[in-house]
């Protein structure tokens, strides 16, 4: 009984080979599966509808029964399920051995079930018996077409403009492999019966050419499989050779670059070591590149105040996003420049290589930025902070206190300096606050703000006054700075001022720092009424 006709084993070739090329090309332009699985998921379905009408098609014809119905249902899953390990396989970004094999062994599986099906189908109907060993083979020959067809896919993926006859070619050997396979499946219950494969016997060169019944399918796989595997092997010494190229030239790119950048760059390692440096850096540090191997690793080179934060900047650029912020580096000389870095991470295949640490040098920025940021928060004559500073110092202050912090804001005002200014004249009144800020300076502690509000108004913040005593005596040193006779003009004539000074305490008084300099001013009022050199206490009713 025959069963098939060679005339439709050929045209099956030409079929699948067309159908390789659809698919093939259609996977070229999928992205990675994990950012597109639903549309995968669709288009699998679709493409497993496509094959069981075009592959199977009898099982559609006659009477529909219940066992048919669970069949064609059977047989759609089966494809899809192919068609998406397939996409998955091919189309995910990262693919061990291992992963191809499974997806290789899952699509290999999927496509035995739906020829089991046909071939149960037929032992049933003419009574033949299946030789295991030869169905065994045959599988084992159409995992060995899945995994060449994967691998000579993700190969032309990598290659970013690949010829459109390589995927052709490709797409044939695809077609001979794949179409010989449910024939050479069927030749395990075929080989040893009478049950012939093809009837084409009045063909001339049928005898030649048909090798026995069961050889010409077997024959066509296995050089399908072959050209598949050569071809796998000629794609990717191709895109190796094209790699080759491009990174020779993308190297030569960098190291111009890298080299001709005004600005300095280290490249450093993911222990922090400097591995190289441009000619730039010599010129910024003063440092010779022998000099560099001296530092275990770049942060050695950045002020130790800010080494962790550049440690900290340097392990987010190591998991791959970049980072730019200022810090001081070490010259020759030993002397801190200011910098803006940037670090960037270096990529080669997805995998981070190098950080690049590029180093621009701002001093000249940063020396003109503290000049404003100085104007900004100190008083032009006496270079004493002013009103801002004092209040945001203030504040800041009243934010960080403890439970037991004792502070104390004073406002001092010179009696009188009106008529300094109106008899004497502007510019020995403000020789007069500068010398006064100067004594103020030398007077106090470290931890005490002095400010000028203007004018003649001057405050001073006491951080810490759980010593009374101690707090007295430095107001009485204050007030007898004032009453100190000051030497101004021509040097030849004394002068003599008095000044009053209202003092409110936090907490008692209040914890805010805006009442607390409202009650200060409240309070050095009232020690102007009582009289000259003198000094009050905000009183709370």
């Known amino acids: ?44 379905f679709v493409a497993g509808l496509v094959i069981c009408f075009a592959y199977l098609n009898t099982y559609f014809i006659g009477a529909m029964t219940p066992i048919k119905l669970l069949l064609i249902v059977s047989i759609i899953l089966f494809c899809s399920f192919a068609v998406y390990s397939a996409i998955s396989t091919i189309c995910y970004k990262e693919v061990t051995f291992q992963r191809l094999l499974i997806g290789s062994i899952i699509f290999a599986l999927c496509i035995s079930l739906v020829n089991y099906i046909d071939l149960r189908k037929i032992m049933i109907e003419n009574n033949l018996d299946m030789n295991l060993l ?54 395990s219950i075929t080989l040893f019966s009478n049950f012939d494969l093809f009837n084409n016997h009045d063909v001339e060169i049928y005898d030649w050419l048909y090798f026995n019944n069961t050889l010409l399918p077997l024959t066509i796989n296995i050089f399908g499989l072959v050209f598949l595997e050569l071809f796998s092997s000629f794609i990717s010494e191709l895109y190796s050779e094209k790699q080759k190229e491009l990174i020779y030239k993308n190297k030569n790119q960098y190291e111009a670059l890298f080299e001709n950048q005004a600005i300095a ?8 070591e400097i591995n190289k440096v441009n000619e730039a850096t010599k010129e910024m540090t003063g440092f010779h590149p022998e000099e560099l191997k001296e530092y275990s690793s770049f942060s050695e080179l950045i002020d130790e105040h800010q080494r962790i934060e550049f440690l900290s900047f340097l392990k987010i650029a190591f998991n791959g996003d970049s980072q730019m912020f200022e810090t001081k580096l070490l010259t020759k000389l030993k002397k801190y420049i200011d910098v803006q870095i940037t670090l960037v991470p270096n990529f080669l295949d997805e995998e981070l290589t190098h950080i690049n640490v590029f180093v621009k ?22 270079l004493l902070p002013n009103r801002r500073f004092f209040v945001e110092e203030l504040n800041r202050r009243i934010t960080f206190s403890t439970a037991f912090s004792q502070m104390a804001v004073c406002f001092l005002d010179l009696d009188r300096f009106k008529l300094v200014n109106d008899i004497l004249g502007h510019q020995i009144g403000d020789q007069l606050l500068q010398v006064l800020a100067d ?13 000028r509000l ?53 907490p008692e008084d209040s914890r805010v720092g805006e009442d607390l300099m409202k009650f200060a001013d409240a309070a050095m009022y009232s020690a102007k009424e009582k009289g000259k050199i003198c000094m009050s206490f905000i009183i709370i009713i």
Not at 150 to 171: A, P
């Open 1 to 44: 009984m025959d069963y098939f006709l060679l005339n439709d084993y050929m045209l099956s070739i030409v079929v699948a080979s067309i159908a390789a090329l659809i698919g093939v090309s259609i996977i070229m332009k999928i992205d990675y599966i994990d950012k597109n699985k639903n549309k995968v998921r669709i288009t699998s």
């Open 134 to 187: 030869l169905f065994i083979s045959a599988n084992i020959l159409l995992l060995g077409n899945a995994i060449a067809t994967f691998r000579f896919i993700r190969q032309l993926r990598k290659i970013e403009k690949i010829h459109i006859k390589w995927i052709v070619y490709g797409s044939v050997a695809i077609g001979l492999a794949f179409a010989s396979i449910r024939y050479t499946l069927f030749s």
């Open 265 to 272: 760059i280290f490249s450093v390692d993911d222990k922090g």
């Open 361 to 382: 040098d701002i001093t000249e920025i940063a020396e003109a930025r503290e000049k404003i940021h100085h104007m900004a928060y100190h008083d032009s004559l006496t």
């Open 439 to 451: 004594r103020f300076r030398s007077l106090v502690d470290k931890d005490v703000v002095i400010s």
């Open 454 to 506: 203007g004018g003649d108004e001057f405050t001073f913040l006491f951080q810490d006054i759980s010593d009374h005593e101690d707090f007295q005596k430095q107001l009485e040193d204050i007030l007898l700075q004032i009453q100190t006779p000051f030497l101004l003009g021509n040097q030849n004539q004394e002068f003599y001022i008095t000044g009053s000074i209202g003092i409110a305490l936090y």
